[in-house]
């Protein structure tokens, strides 16, 4: 199997065997946008990668199409075997380190920063232009807890306003130069 990075502003062209879907500043895994790439026949199998191991969204993934589920706490030659594995078909959800997703490597934006992985997130969403209750409904969480990942960023940081934030966003890379694959109409 050989890895390859395609270029997501452009059409897919080619076949590929695995699609790794990483929800990091993306729609939960439980979602329509998992759906939409597993019908992709260019996506070949998708593979969700992230640190949420909620029972209820790794089934809803699955049920979505996604043919396996990956912690972002694992180490990387297991995660090599269970990209592997769910190739073959002979395994679907591979949690990390005793049943963690968490990781303690360096595996997040802004982590040396001291951000943790949930206030990286939504700092990438702010970076993106969302709103608030888009933030909120995009990370399934309440527009108060949203504020309150928010305030903390911000310390952490250094910054006190949004605008700043922003910008402190698109200088540390948390803005994404490519788009997400979207399957053919």
């Not at 990483?22 to 729609?27: G, H, I, K, N, V």
Request: hydrophobic fraction near 40%; charge should be negative; glycine fraction near 10%.
């Amino acid at each position: 199997m050989e890895v390859i990075e395609l270029d997501l502003n452009r059409t897919v062209d080619t076949p590929v065997h695995l699609t790794l879907y990483d929800t990091f500043a993306a729609t939960p895994a439980d979602g329509a946008d998992v759906h939409e790439l597993a019908s992709n026949p260019l996506a070949g199998k998708v593979v969700v990668y992230s640190w949420d191991f909620e029972e209820t969204r790794i089934q809803a993934a699955l049920a979505n199409g996604a043919s396996g589920y990956l912690s972002k706490g694992l180490p990387a030659a297991q995660l090599v075997r269970a990209l592997h594995d769910i190739h073959r078909g002979e395994g679907q959800v591979f949690q990390g380190p005793g049943g963690q997703a968490k990781s303690s490597l360096g595996d997040w934006p802004g982590r040396e920063e001291g951000l943790t992985q949930r206030e990286a997130e939504v700092l990438a969403l702010i970076t993106q232009g969302l709103g608030n209750a888009e933030i909120a409904d995009r990370a399934r969480l309440s527009v108060n807890t949203v504020k309150t990942f928010i305030r903390s960023c911000y310390r952490r940081i250094g910054v006190t306003d949004r605008s700043n934030a922003i910008l402190w966003g698109l200088d540390h890379g948390f803005f994404p130069d490519h788009k997400r694959v979207r399957p053919r109409q």
